[in-house]
């Protein structure tokens, strides 16, 4: 990207599009400056300007919520940045996977789609929450169980919940599998977590494969 092409406003900023490079869903609009814009290219993560407070501001840094850019692209007239990223973690400060949650007009062939989204957002919290649990240790969690327990007893779960699965699937069982496989899921993530790989990461690989076909 050639910066000398963005058309920064009388402020110096430029409106910034933030989308999931895997899901497409859009996360947030924010701003940049040129030295957020310039950052954001040499850290390969996302820096934005904060208008109210007048100051750089690095997506990620407090909660940990960074976003991984993929690509940066710009409209025709340049004043406009689209970036698509891998996030790691929700993008709203409420969080929330996107800053877009409030409905003003839906068709109704959109429902299935909204219900997608939302499928697909319970598996991002789950990914927040296991975080949360793996850095505060609440005493009592399972959770906080498996992370001090260390890499080979999670590692024992995700093999027994997978030969669980297996079994229920062999019996018939649909009640049984969609719970085991809900269990298989979840120690999957610990473990994703535990090796510091986001399940992002994980979606990026089956969009390549599904590319690839």
Known sequence: MNIDNIRFDEKGLVTAIVQDAVTKAVLTLAYM???SLERSIETGET?????SRQELWHKGATSGNTQKIIEMTYDCDGDAILVLVNPNGPACHNGT?????NSLY?????A???DSAANYEILTKLEQVIKEREQQRPEGAYTTYLFEKG???????VGEEAAEVIIAAKNRDSEELKWEAADLIFHLFVLLREQELSFSEIL???EE????K
């Open 47 to 51: 820096w934005f300007f904060s208008r």
């Open 97 to 101: 996977v996107s800053c877009f949650t």
């Open 151 to 157: 890499v080979d007893k999670i590692l024992k779960k």
């Open 33 to 35: 400056n040129r030295e």
């Open 204 to 206: 990026s690989v089956l």
């Open 106 to 110: 839906a068709t109704q062939s959109n």
């Open 209 to 212: 494969r599904h590319t690839k």
């Open 112 to 114: 299935a789609e909204n």
